[in-house]
């Protein structure tokens, strides 16, 4: 038994990278996917590859960046699971917006007492 064994892990950038990678480790550990990308071809190849190592996975085609997206993901997955137990959310694009517009801490934000 995984340590995720049963718990509904919903998993953001689940398409590429370091999601994807995550979804896979997810279901390995047993638990139940419901994998979020915006890539279709990507998403069906992730839940192949999940599918054929024996774990439970549900590809949603969404752009979180989106609300209406990000509503319908949730709903289909409590559709089919009925709760989220875990959410990871990996998503580079608003990181490197995030890098973008955020200033570098200033010198004495950085001191330690």
């Known amino acids: 038994m995984g340590r995720f064994q049963d718990k509904v892990c919903l998993v953001t950038g689940a398409t590429s990278g370091i999601g994807r990678a995550t979804a896979v480790r997810l279901a390995s550990e047993g638990g139940?996917?419901?994998?979020?990308?915006?890539?279709?071809q990507e998403g069906k190849s992730l839940m192949a590859e999940i599918k054929k190592a024996g774990g439970?996975?549900?590809f949603i085609k969404a752009d979180v960046g989106t609300d209406?997206?990000?509503v319908?993901?949730?709903?289909?997955?409590?559709?089919?699971?009925?709760?989220?137990?875990?959410?990871?959310?990996?998503?580079?694009?608003?990181l490197e917006e995030a890098r973008?517009?955020?200033?570098p801490p200033s010198s004495s934000s950085m001191r330690v007492a």
């Open 32 to 40: 139940l996917v419901a994998a979020l990308g915006r890539n279709e």
């Open 56 to 58: 439970q996975v549900l």
């Open 68 to 70: 209406a997206d990000l």
């Open 72 to 94: 319908a993901a949730v709903t289909k997955t409590l559709a089919k699971w009925k709760r989220i137990d875990v959410l990871v959310s990996e998503i580079e694009r608003l």
């Open 100 to 103: 973008e517009t955020t200033p």
